[in-house]
């Protein structure tokens, strides 16, 4: 791969976009292409056609998506399904029409049924019913996994589709309305101990078990997908190990150094029961996560007490 083919990250200052765009730089590619969502809507086909006629990119990366955790997604379910789908859906088509010849979209290990055996596999795509609290965001992503592969089979374009597992790490949202469980953890423990150690409620009772990718991790494994072809649509993107929330909770504790109590709302859902991704396929590819979750942890509370006045907040 030449680095100076043209790359379009869509949704480039994204957590997930940013990590991609400062990877690819730091690899030498010199022709990047990113556009705020201000600048370019992607719900809007119209825009969008006319960005890629202008730009004519030679690969596309798709980063954009509204994304959230069990609240935004319970309380936003015709824009979880419906931006998601438009902005997907705009970005492959006019990917396809101006003859972008890599298109490399992210979706989420949600995608795959409740109650599938574990560790996940690929082919376990569309084998039993979603979770229901993120089954709009999910449906929505299931849609752009098949429209790659419709493509990939129809036409022999190198279009696949990487789904990540939970991720973590700098930029990440630190908005407790719309924040996924570890940043959402981080801040209520920073915050807790700003205030003298004061108890920290969690939601749920702390026993589902997740996996946890830091986010340089999943842009390398994007940059690698990028140089190498892979034989099939479907890869999934994780460690491969996973932990306890109420494991995590301890290590986020310790590494922000908040000596208060932990008090679990089991009120409150807790959401599929355990969620670990198999990452042999993406193995076999030759690729494999580098950061261990300690390690990242730290890096991210490094990160978030640097730009603590700088965290965006999603509108809904
Ligand atoms: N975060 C995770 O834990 C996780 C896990 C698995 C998979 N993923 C996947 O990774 C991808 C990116 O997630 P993220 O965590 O990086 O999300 P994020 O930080 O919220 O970034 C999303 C990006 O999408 C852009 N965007 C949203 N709506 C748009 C629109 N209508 N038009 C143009 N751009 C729009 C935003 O652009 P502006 O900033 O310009 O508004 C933003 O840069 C998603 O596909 C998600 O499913 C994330």
Redesign the pocket.
Not at 10 to 17: E, F, I, L, P, Y
Not at 40 to 43: K, Q, S, V
């Given at each position: 791969m030449t680095k100076t083919i043209k790359i379009y990250i869509?949704?480039?200052?994204?957590?997930?976009?940013s990590a991609i765009w400062r990877a690819l730089e730091a690899k030498g590619y010199n022709k990047l292409v990113g556009?705020?969502?201000?600048e370019?809507?992607?719900?809007n086909k119209e825009a969008v056609e006319a960005f890629f006629d202008q730009e004519k990119p030679d690969v596309v990366i798709?980063?954009?998506?509204?994304?959230g955790g069990i609240l935004a997604n319970n309380n936003y379910p015709y824009q979880f399904l419906m931006?998601n789908m438009q902005?997907q859906n705009n970005l492959i088509d006019s990917s396809l029409s101006t003859d972008v010849q890599k298109f490399i979209f992210?979706?989420?290990?949600c995608i795959y049924p409740k109650l599938a055996p574990q560790p996940l596999k690929e082919e376990y795509l569309l084998t039993g019913p979603l979770e229901p609290t993120n089954e709009w965001y999910a449906i929505a992503?299931i849609t752009g996994v098949k429209a790659c592969e419709a493509i990939r089979k129809q036409f022999g374009k190198d279009y696949i589709s990487l789904?990540?597992?939970?991720?973590?790490g700098t930029?990440?949202?630190f908005d407790l309305n719309t924040s996924?469980v570890l940043p959402a953890m981080m801040r209520k423990f920073h915050e807790a101990k700003e205030n003298g150690n004061t108890a920290v409620e969690l939601w749920g009772s702390g026993t589902p078990k997740r996996e946890f990718l830091f986010v340089e991790d999943l842009a390398d494994a994007v940059v690698y997908s990028l140089e190498n072809k892979f034989q099939d649509n479907l890869y999934n993107v994780g460690t491969g190990t996973d932990l306890t929330i109420k494991e995590l909770a301890e290590l986020i504790q310790k590494t922000v150094g908040h000596t208060g109590e932990i008090k679990w709302d089991s009120s409150k859902p807790d959401g599929t029961p355990r969620k670990l991704m198999d990452v042999s396929k993406m193995e076999q590819a030759g690729w494999k996560a580098k950061v261990g979750l300690e390690e990242g942890i730290t890096r991210t509370y490094e990160w978030f007490l640097e730009n603590q006045e700088t965290f965006?907040q999603?509108k809904l």
């Open positions: 869509a949704g480039h200052r994204g957590m997930v976009g556009k705020t969502s201000k370019l809507d992607l719900r798709d980063a954009a998506a509204r994304v931006e902005i992210l979706g989420s290990s992503k789904m990540p597992t939970n991720l973590y930029h990440d949202n996924h965006k999603v």
